[in-house]
């Protein structure tokens, strides 16, 4: 799973451009639609989401920190997700401390379905919803469309076009690419460019593989304004029979 919904992590890179109040409640939001959001990609806390789903019969559970530079804002993240029959079904929590206005907490839920349209090339439909402690209580929902390509057997590439309902303001487009490339069985690295709440931003991270059903990220992600803050997110997943 990727992120739904996520907390604003975006509005940190929109500081320059904006006041700093401003800044803080667009990324409140954005973190609010991205929790809701699948938790994309290459999985885990990525913002690109990939193609594919859990084997039948199996779940997982992820959680994963986030800490912006300077220690201004920071997330914690606790998901879960089975897979029931064609679909994923998921469920988020998450606490977000700002410095200027102090912790929220977003709850998430998504339901994820793909199919294989060749040996090489898989599509779906993510939808994910957010509910917030303080107003607005339902930020909004939000749609993507996860496609996956296997251009070989070490890499990997995964588009998303999408879009996040506010209730509460303008429909925001949701866009992103990912590269994910494995040169060894334990290790991989993921490269990626995306967009959400009307603001760019790059990750680059590192996946190691513990074992079959566990594994470890890291990465480190910012805005493409100039001089925005980054942030680093540190991320654990498990993987298991129900």
Request: a neutral charge; glycine letters at 10%.
């Amino acid at each position: 799973m990727s992120s739904a919904v996520t907390v604003e992590q975006p509005s940190c890179g929109m500081m320059p451009v904006m006041g700093q109040r401003g800044v803080l409640a667009a990324s409140v939001l954005v973190s609010m639609l991205a929790s809701s959001a699948p938790a994309l990609a290459a999985g885990g806390h990525h913002a690109v989401d990939d193609a594919a789903l859990l084997e039948p019969g199996q779940c997982q559970l992820e959680t994963w920190w986030d800490r912006e530079s300077g220690g201004a804002r920071s997330l914690l993240h606790a998901g879960s997700a089975c897979r029931l029959r064609a679909v994923d079904l998921g469920l988020s929590l998450e606490r977000v401390r700002v410095d200027s206005t102090g912790p929220s907490t977003v709850a998430g839920a998504q339901v994820k379905w793909t199919r294989a349209i060749s040996d090489d090339w898989s599509a779906g439909a993510v939808l994910a919803l957010a509910a917030h402690d303080r107003s607005p209580r339902f930020p909004g929902s939000t749609i993507v469309v996860p496609v996956t390509w296997q251009a070989s057997e070490t890499l990997l590439a995964h588009l998303n076009l999408g879009r996040d309902f506010r209730h509460h303001g303008p429909d925001k487009q949701r866009a992103g690419l990912a590269l994910e490339w494995a040169p060894l069985s334990a290790w991989s690295l993921v490269a990626e460019r995306f967009s959400e709440g009307g603001a760019s931003f790059w990750r680059l991270g590192t996946r190691w593989t513990i074992t079959l059903q566990s594994s470890l990220d890291l990465s480190r992600a910012r805005s493409r304004d100039a001089g925005a803050a980054s942030w680093w997110t540190l991320g654990y997943t498990w993987v298991f029979e129900r």
